[in-house]
Every structure is written in structure tokens, then in C-alpha cells.
């Protein structure tokens, strides 16, 4: 039962480097999200897909791109990487109205 | 717009004493409103959830919130604290907007359970 799967776990990089963060869910669930936790501020949307085929702005979404691949899965990009993207990421999933399930987070460093 | 306050960034309780953390809400429709739990260097697990109906609200590992729409308040309990508690818990609300649900977290309030 793997619920929300993100890859990688950990990632450092120089400025200016792209990168894309991978995120799989198993639920069948239609909306998935993308977040970005930094430390006294909680969760920050960043873009979120609604269902398949559709994706939209959050409140973060400067500097970042989006892809639904497919149901299952929700791709996030950073096409040249600042250090103020430096923060930890998380994937989540849901069914409207119901919870959202997160992954364990992609660990982000920008050097 | 919705929105939420969590009182105090951290807290501090002794083995076998009262958890009480403290959520207020504001949000325009009727809410739905949640509580996580983040240990470190893992992602959020749900702890409970109020959405309509009853307005104490039982979770997993014997915490439980009341919701007051008169207060504006969804405080988050658990009658003795454990060790395995020390964690850091995201108060949130939640409103369908546009075929997806928006989901406002509060800041956070790190639980530090004193042996």
C-alpha cells in the first residue's frame, strides 16, 4: 500500500541547474497537489491538477511548472533553480472533499 | 477567504499531562477541517477530520477536537501525552473551490513531551 510516492528524497543543486521532482499516487484519486513547506510558514500551495488533464496556479507558483502526466502522476519542475527555492516538497492526493494523502517529501537544497 | 491561526508555535507538556492545541478558523462556507501530524523528516498523516454532524471528533491515537462554529474554534486534544507524541501538527481548512479542494494550513505548532 504505497499511497503517494515522491522521488527523490533528498537533492542538491548548484543555481541555474533544472530539475524536475516525480510524484506517483496508487488511490485512483482525480486532484493532486504540490507544496512547499518552509520552516514557521506551513504548507504553501505551489500548483495543483483538479483532475487530468487540467492544472492551475497556487499561491507559490513562481519559478516552478507543472505536468498531470497521467492520473497516477504529477510532475514539478524548476526550469533554473534560485536558493530561494531551497525548501522541503510534498505531493498530495485526494477525492473532493475527502483528506489529502502526502508523500514523505523531496528534500531541496540550492546551493 | 479562509484562513487559519494556530496559538503558539511551540508547546511543551509533561509525560501523562493534557495536550491542548489551539486552531481558530475563518472560512466564508460551511468548513471542513482537519488535523495532521508531521514526525520529523516524514510527510503529513491525518489525525482527524470534522465535516458536518457530530462536533467532537475522534481520531486516531487518542486525540479528539471539538468543533465551535460560535468560537470560531477546532482545538485539538488528547487527555494524557505520550513520548511518541513530540511531533509537529498542522491545523487546516478546507473548501471546495472550482472542482478542487482548497486546502489553508496554519503554521504549525511543534509538540515537545517532557519525560
Known amino acids: 500500500n504505497a499511497g503517494v510516492t515522491q522521488t527523490p528524497k533528498f537533492q542538491v543543486l548548484k543555481t541555474g541547474q533544472s530539475m524536475t521532482l516525480q510524484c506517483a499516487q496508487d488511490?485512483?484519486?482525480?486532484?493532486m497537489y504540490w507544496y512547499r513547506q518552509d520552516p514557521g510558514m506551513g504548507l504553501r500551495l505551489i500548483y495543483y491538477?483538479?483532475?487530468?488533464?487540467?492544472?492551475d496556479k497556487g499561491e507559490v507558483p513562481n519559478g516552478y511548472n507543472v505536468s498531470r502526466l497521467n492520473k497516477r502522476e504529477f510532475s514539478l519542475r524548476l526550469e533554473s533553480a534560485a536558493p530561494s527555492q531551497t525548501s522541503v516538497y510534498f505531493c498530495?492526493?485526494?477525492?473532493?472533499?475527502?483528506?489529502?494523502?502526502f508523500g514523505d517529501g523531496t528534500r531541496l537544497s540550492i546551493l | 477567504a479562509q484562513s487559519v491561526t494556530q496559538l503558539g508555535s511551540h508547546v511543551s507538556v509533561s509525560e501523562g499531562a493534557l495536550v491542548l492545541l489551539r486552531c481558530n478558523y475563518s472560512?466564508?462556507?460551511?468548513?471542513?477541517l482537519f488535523w495532521y501530524v508531521q514526525y520529523p523528516n516524514q510527510g503529513l498523516q491525518l489525525l482527524l477530520k470534522?465535516?458536518?454532524?457530530?462536533?467532537l471528533v475522534k481520531g486516531i491515537n487518542g486525540f479528539e477536537a471539538e468543533f465551535k462554529k460560535s468560537e470560531t474554534s477546532f482545538h485539538l486534544t488528547k487527555p494524557s501525552a505520550h513520548m511518541s507524541d513530540a511531533a509537529e501538527y498542522f491545523c487546516?481548512?478546507?473548501?471546495?473551490?472550482?472542482?478542487?479542494?482548497?486546502?489553508?494550513f496554519g503554521t504549525g505548532t511543534k509538540l515537545q513531551v517532557i519525560p
Open positions: 498530495a492526493s485526494s477525492e473532493a472533499q475527502q483528506p489529502q494523502h
Open positions: 488511490m485512483n484519486h482525480n486532484s
Open positions: 491538477s483538479a483532475s487530468e488533464g487540467t492544472t
Open positions: 472560512s466564508s462556507v460551511p468548513p471542513y
Open positions: 470534522y465535516t458536518t454532524g457530530a462536533t
Open positions: 487546516a481548512v478546507s473548501e471546495n473551490s472550482g472542482g478542487y479542494q482548497k486546502v489553508t
